[in-house]
């Protein structure tokens, strides 16, 4: 199946494979943080409007939100960063993700940067 990788604003990353969206902290985001000692994850079966804060990620230096970047019911979450919260430093755009989202409306993706646009946000 094809995938589709798109970026928030708020340095979220976002796999998109046909209603779901696989949802994670950036390179740059992780790179902000340093190293992440504790998350908090939703739970699966909650709804989530975009733009609301779905996730907790706290590091030897700030806690912070990850944001829902889009609108929809949370499917899944990755209990591995949970046990492991140093996944996130090391393979943030893979095993490092933080939930799966099915998808409530397809239009809020049109909204969202590609790989390129992201780039020039974070220079």
């Known amino acids: 199946m094809n995938s589709m990788l798109k970026f928030t604003k708020d ?3 976002l796999r ?3 209603d779901t969206a696989t949802v994670g902290i950036t390179h740059h985001a992780q790179e902000q943080l340093g190293d992440v000692v504790f ?3 939703p739970a699966p079966g909650s709804d989530f409007e975009r733009g609301a804060a779905a996730a907790v990620v706290e590091s030897v230096k700030a806690a ?3 944001y ?3 609108s ?3 499917m899944e979450v990755n209990q591995s960063i949970v046990d ?3 996944l996130v430093n090391s393979d943030p755009m893979g095993n490092g993700w933080f939930f799966k989202m099915k998808i409530a409306d397809l239009f809020q993706l049109e909204t969202l940067m590609d790989e390129s646009a992201y780039r020039a946000l974070v220079g």
Do not use: F, N, R, T
């Open 11 to 13: 340095h979220e990353w």
């Open 16 to 18: 998109i494979e046909g």
């Open 39 to 41: 998350i908090e994850l």
């Open 64 to 66: 912070s939100d990850v």
């Open 68 to 70: 829902a970047p889009i």
């Open 72 to 74: 929809g019911e949370i």
């Open 84 to 86: 492991d919260p140093s």
